[in-house]
Nanobody, 122 residues
Framework: AQLVESGGGSVQAGGSLRLSCTASKYQYSRSSWAWFRQAPGKEREGVALIDYDGGIKYAESLKGRFTISKDNAKNTLLLQMNSLKPEDTARYYC?????????????????WGQGTQVTVSS
């Protein structure tokens, strides 16, 4: 299963980015999904998830700034990131699991993209 992220880049604090993750139609329709991020020297942390039934959960610290969604017509997972801060700088990964319910834990996910870099300058 191949997950392909795009949309990362460099922005100034306060700016916005939208990340995309594309999968095959087979995987897209049978999976729970999430975004994770990992900054240098830090552990991978969960950003947001959308489970098989459409339930959504965010990391508490990111609520209100980040929005996870799906574009079913394009088999694409999205992450809209607004009011970005320098501490949001990290490599962002999408992840998928053939499970109905998942948590924001890397161990819950079986498939990973290669990541896309987000850099926020002050």
């Amino acid at each position: 299963a191949q997950l392909v992220e795009s949309g990362g880049g460099s922005v100034q604090a306060g700016g916005s980015l939208r990340l995309s993750c594309t999968a095959s139609k087979y995987q897209y329709s049978r999976s729970s999904w999430a975004w994770f991020r990992q900054a240098p020297g830090k552990e991978r942390e969960g950003v947001a998830l959308i489970d098989y039934d459409g339930g959504i959960k965010y990391a508490e610290s990111l609520k209100g700034r980040f929005t996870i969604s799906k574009d079913n017509a394009k088999n694409t997972l999205l992450l809209q990131m607004n009011s970005l801060k320098p501490e949001d700088t990290a490599r962002y990964y999408c992840a998928a699991a053939y499970k109905f319910r998942v948590g924001l834990r890397p161990s819950d996910f079986e498939y990973w993209g290669q990541g896309t870099q987000v850099t926020v300058s002050s």
